[in-house]
């Protein structure tokens, strides 16, 4: 019985997540990051699997990346500046840095 209940714990916690995902990425959409980004592939910007790659290791990323995605920035990923998404609500990017960080290359 405590096998099966920690398996249906489980697959509830992994479907969450499903959606959890489903909307952090429909929030990019409604966000317009997608305009820059793309989830596996550089765009005009980074993808956000190499964001999450580079920033894996560092316990600080999802608060400096919010920081950067609300201020916007220019230099880490070349030359090409990423403008500032002021309008956005605190609560939106830090769903959405939360999410890219889960993405594995």
Wanted: charged fraction near 25%; charge should be positive.
């Amino acid at each position: 019985l405590t096998l099966i209940a920690a398996a249906a714990v489980s697959l509830i916690a992994s479907g969450a997540q499903a959606a959890d995902a489903k909307a952090a990425e429909a929030l990019a959409k409604t966000s317009g990051c997608l305009a820059c980004h793309t989830i596996d592939k550089k765009l005009v910007g980074p993808s956000y699997k190499e964001i999450a790659d580079r920033y894996r290791k560092d316990k600080n990323a999802p608060a400096s990346l919010a920081q950067k995605v609300k201020a916007g920035g220019k230099g880490v990923w070349g030359d090409i500046p990423m403008p500032p998404n002021a309008a956005t609500p605190e609560a939106d990017i830090k769903e959405l840095v939360t999410w890219i960080m889960t993405l594995k290359k």
